[in-house]
């Protein structure tokens, strides 16, 4: 199974959006929640990363004939 754009935009689009999202709770967290606030962004670090390190893997190369057409005998 190869990897391919769609794919990359499912993993990236989700873990933007979860990541930015902790973010936000971390940065505007009152002080009730300042015990939690490394947690999030340790959350929102992993999340983001993860997403944007998908992106930078490889994509599987088109397969391509080598010896010209493959249409078989005719």
Do not use: H, Y
């Not at 973010?23 to 606030?37: I, T, V």
């Not at 959350?43 to 490889?58: D, K, N």
Request: negative net charge; glycine residues 14%; aromatic residues 2%.
């Amino acid at each position: 199974m190869s990897l391919n754009r769609t794919a990359k935009g499912i993993v990236l689009v989700p873990t933007l959006l979860l990541g930015g999202a902790f973010l936000s709770a971390a940065l505007w967290s009152s002080e009730g929640g300042a015990a939690n606030r490394p947690l999030a962004l340790g959350i929102a670090a992993v999340l983001l990363c993860g997403g944007l390190l998908t992106q930078l893997l490889p994509e599987a190369a088109a397969e391509a004939a080598e010896d010209g057409d493959e249409e078989g005998p005719q």
